[in-house]
């Protein structure tokens, strides 16, 4: 079993509902969801595209997919995680936009966000003693030859390359997309996300996701509120 802290919106959230729709599976009840009908864009097609987003189920990365430590359990993490989920001030990111990010989409902030820059570090530092050591499988799966310096010590050091300076907050909407069709998927996904991003995406929880075995699709555990801590200390 792997465990990953991701940040997803809750599940009655309506981006939440239109990027499940459009991946066709609710990480939440693990059950699969009908896509939507696009113009330019076939059934097959768009689950082809989706495959790899679809497994993981919609989300950003904070702490990537981990094996716990042999000397942590799944109920040491739970703690820990709704501890220190009290400890942060929830907030809000101002404008999500669909993006091209190298050959595949997804959502990113349309203005760069501290808050977001922060949260990322302090998930990954806080959470990294839960983390058992990669192993050199996991390692070579993660192309150590095709890093830069910066990310292949962060690959060692916290067991993902892309934290800290590397980070950049995305919520994947497709796996890699043929250079022949962008110029229809991009216009699609803008016009099928445009009603679900014209409000900010309140950052108000971390989602600890699961993936049972190896290979599996991964679900949402629970939600961890943020805030709470703080909420009382001010009250």
Known sequence: M????????????????????????????????????????????????????????FHAALKAPFRLSEKMSESMLLRHLMRFAGTIAPFAVERMEVARLGD????????????????????????????????????ERRDPHGLSAAQLANLHRWGCPHVMDEFRFYMSLTGPVAPA????LGPALEDFFAPVLQSPMEIANLALFVEEESGAPFRVHSLHPLGRISRRRTA
């Open 181 to 184: 069709i962008m110029t229809v």
């Open 104 to 139: 595949f989409y997804g959502l990113v902030p349309s203005c760069p966000s501290e808050q977001l820059l922060f949260l990322a570090a302090a998930v990954v530092q806080e959470f990294d003693a839960f983390r058992a050591p990669l192993t050199e499988e996991e390692i």
């Open 2 to 57: 792997r465990y990953a802290i991701f940040f997803t919106p809750p599940a009655g959230n309506p981006l939440t509902l239109a990027a499940t729709q459009w991946l066709g599976r609710n990480a939440f009840s693990g059950h699969p969801v009908e896509p939507p009908a696009l113009r330019g864009l076939t059934i097959p097609e768009i689950a082809y595209y989706t495959a790899l987003p679809r497994r993981y189920g």
